[in-house]
């Protein structure tokens, strides 16, 4: 029977990705480098701390003038002077029995080794402190090159850059950095039913709502979306759109122009692109089976179910993936998995892999969540607004008990 | 003795956010919404679909000249037409015995209640298909207005829109919206120690690291970072840069102020502020310890500890969760938490909440990843790049076993 698709498993659908590297990289600024992902592991190019820190606000002292010292018989120690915050400590050389005030971050004086904390001391008068509690050597202190040595790798490549990364950078003067270019993603939808969202749709035509989501999608995933607009179902202006955003990206999504009457339009296109390789016709997953992927020399263009809610699992199972490949990042797990319980039982059929929306109450008395499904037809929008995430289900599985412990891709703006 | 802090818990510290109301809205278009936070419920102008559309590939039926058939036994329907897309099906009125092609989305004919799959069809001729496995009425059809009803609540107001909700938004024509504005926060860095991360450090002096980490935070949060650079210990100059961060935002974060030696000199700009209101300084948790917040009318002052690692834990707990507050967020929950296990012993002292940086193993047997606490004194940097999110520890509880099931929160780019 003409028109039946070539399914393939998910596992080997991701197995594709292989056939595609990670695109070109650039230089930026750090203060724009959130979320971004250097291309190489990046080197401390000097040491931190430049100088031996202090960790408290105190004294600095040399460790065994305060040995033995406590409550009932505290060290004395004669107070040479205070270190400015930002001046050069190593100026002052404490002399035994000798002690200079310090702060957080100040730099210790010549043979200084530990900072007594301004809690354990008592000033007797202006040159002279009682230390009621003994320091080991180096203790409040952070030695000059304890947290970096030149040389040491501070981040690794090919992950995404969070706050933090970026303090260290900025601690260790790395104002710039480079990074893979973000990938561009052109979104076309097909379709002489659709009209653009701001305008008032006639008699059998809708508004295009898969340029917006995918658009969101694309941007969630740290690339930039392009919106292609709405194309008619005419071969030749698809091949023409198609060949463009082809050229103008690196992954082209065409959505609305993969169900078994309108894939051979899809199809007939990818065909007479230049260099185009179809990879994959068809998975074996629900919702998402008329996925179709093809690679034209490290540029990906995917055929999208029409159905919006279909469009994402299929968008979070594969796009996202490649997405994340093509933009350099090592670990290219697409959604964080968590894992909650049911409160119903959820049938499923042998053979394929099943994807069913399900809302998440955080507030039960489990620390997991729990996970009831949402259902609704494939072309209905309002339970998409509903759910938390999607609840797998093998292909060889029937289904799922009540209360049986389920892991859960949790969608990314839902925690 | 002078200069301990006065401790709250951190759970009366969130207390006091119910003195702060949500900011203004803003009517923005829908393409920038993705993250946005609308002010109210959002109604469905309209009903969705805008009428009955087929959800499959296959032939307009009126449901009844099916029943009984089957594959020996057919159904043989005259095909009266074909519903182009986009084009109004009611058009075509459909007598009993008749049928239309029709594609997925495609609008009913009149008088038929349901689609035939192309799979379960047989054309005959030009003019006649065989059926032969019937339809109920409403079969592979979403009625006119099954998805949304006009006034029908769509969104709920206050909860960050996502790529979903902008799709469903698109659908009903809604292409601008009532959102609250993005807060702006002011980042001030205070220490002579401390230059611009560009500059070369001298003696005593550090690169401003702060800075660079508090904006890539409030950034993270959806907020809106302004970077109010690095001021010396000069009080007047503090106070005179204070008065104006806040007059320009919404939160201003001081940081490197709070701790013994420094706090006093955040207290007094704090106290010299027109209208200021201090209603925190300390919390009884670790690190954190040295937190300062302040309240000018609806606009907060946090004072901050100086070391980035202590900083960014009371961003997670508390500045994060006070900016989503006043960003117009129900749900003020900072970080996701997840199940995990501990791989060994975590000791802890009584008397005050513990934050242990831990790294998580997602790669285990087990569904919940394993937790391995990242040590490092406050000071040092490096610890805080391999830390994946926050294990919490009671302040009755003397420690966590190994093995044990503990709650970690998520680093929003950690998964």
Known sequence: MKGFFQLISSTDFLKLFKQ??????????LKSALGR????????????????????????VRARDTFGCGESEPALLEIVGEIAMGAPGTAVTLRPGQTCRIWTGGELPTQADSVVMVEYSRLLDETTVEVFKPVAPGENVIQAGEDTRPGQTILPGNTR???????????????ELEVYRQAVVTILSTGDELVPPDNQPGPGQIRDINSTTLAALVTETGAIARQGGIIADDLPLMLNTCRQAVAQ??????????????????????????????????????????????????????GLPGHVSSAMVVFYLFVRPLLLRLSGLEEQNSLLAIEAVTDQQIP???????????????????????????YGKSGILSPLVKADGLLAISRD?????????????LFPGSS
């Open 20 to 29: 595609f590297s990670p695109i070109q990289t650039e230089t930026i600024p």
């Open 37 to 60: 992902i250097p291309a190489k592991p990046i080197i401390a190019p000097e040491q931190l701390p430049p100088f031996s820190r202090s960790t408290m606000d105190g004294f600095a």
């Open 161 to 175: 850059l969070r706050p933090q990364d970026l303090g260290v950078l900025a601690g260790l003067g790395i104002t």
């Open 249 to 302: 990206s690196d992954m082209v999504l065409l959505s609305g122009g993969s169900s078994v009457g309108k894939r051979d339009f899809t199809l007939k296109v990818l065909e007479q692109l230049d260099h185009a390789k179809l990879l994959a016709h068809g998975v074996a997953i629900r919702p998402g089976k008329p996925t179709i992927l093809a690679r034209i020399h490290n540029k990906a263009v995917f």
């Open 348 to 374: 499923s059929a042998i053979g394929r892999e099943e994807y069913v929306r399900v809302q998440l109450d955080w507030k039960s008395q489990d620390k997991r969540p729990v996970a009831t499904p949402i």
């Open 397 to 409: 599985c029937e289904g799922i008990d009540q209360g049986q412990p389920v892991s859960v891709l």
